[in-house]
């Protein structure tokens, strides 16, 4: 993963494996959208093959992580099958350690200002605030007072109508997922919407 790229467009689209996924296809409708940093969340058998899938589809277009890695074992699947970043739910700290001796980016998740701190000082590239909609875009500037040097990426309740307000409360970078990653949407292939909602997430926080 390319920290520098991921900064100049701080947004994460995460994506939920259900059955077969036609990879190649939303690969190419979240390129046509902009984004450029997608998660394959790995709490589904598929994920592994979507993974590989996604990343030969993308042929270095996309930066493509892995997400719900909740020990070594899922997270050394994740990058044998070509993950280059780490997300996860909670700061775990053997996954921590595993990506800070490897020089692996890594995005703990963590709610309380303990919780966010811990997870920074793991050596988190920053660290995920979820759920963030449970408190909105002001709980950022509420931690980002003690700790203006953690980035914090909000994650859960990001939409376009606040996606900039996240923004301007402090936080480093935002994810989405199944509010705009439906399943109806996948299953019959509705490609073109999803790209067009995408689009218009990151037009919102210019």
């Known amino acids: 993963m390319d920290i520098v790229r991921f900064k100049k467009r701080p947004i994460l689209g995460i994506l939920r494996c259900s059955g077969y996924l036609p990879a190649e296809e939303i690969v190419e409708a979240i390129i046509s ?8 969340a790995m709490n589904s058998e598929a994920a592994p093959s979507v993974i590989e899938r996604s990343v030969k589809a993308a042929k270095g277009r996309l930066m493509i992580g892995a997400g719900t890695v909740l020990d070594t074992d899922i997270l050394k699947l994740a990058l044998d099958s070509g993950a280059t970043f780490i997300v996860s739910p909670a700061l775990i700290g053997d996954v921590a350690e595993y990506c800070v001796k490897r020089s692996v980016p890594f995005f703990p998740g963590a709610l309380t200002p303990k919780e ?7 050596g988190a590239t920053m660290v995920k605030v979820f759920p963030a909609g449970v408190f909105g875009p002001s709980y950022m500037k509420e931690i980002k007072a003690p700790f203006n040097n953690i980035e914090l990426l909000a994650c859960g309740g990001v939409t376009q109508e606040n ?17 705009i990653f439906k399943k109806n949407l996948i299953d019959g292939k509705d490609f073109l919407t999803i790209e ?3 689009r218009a997430l990151i037009a919102g926080i210019r």
Not at 33 to 40: N, Q
Not at 116 to 122: E, L, M, N, P, Y
Not at 163 to 179: Q, T
């Open 33 to 40: 959208s902009g984004l450029e940093t997608i998660e394959i």
């Open 116 to 122: 966010i701190f811990d997870a920074w000082r793991s």
């Open 196 to 198: 067009r909602s995408i």
């Open 163 to 179: 996606i900039k307000e996240y923004f301007a409360c402090g936080a480093s970078a935002v994810a989405f997922g199944g509010s």
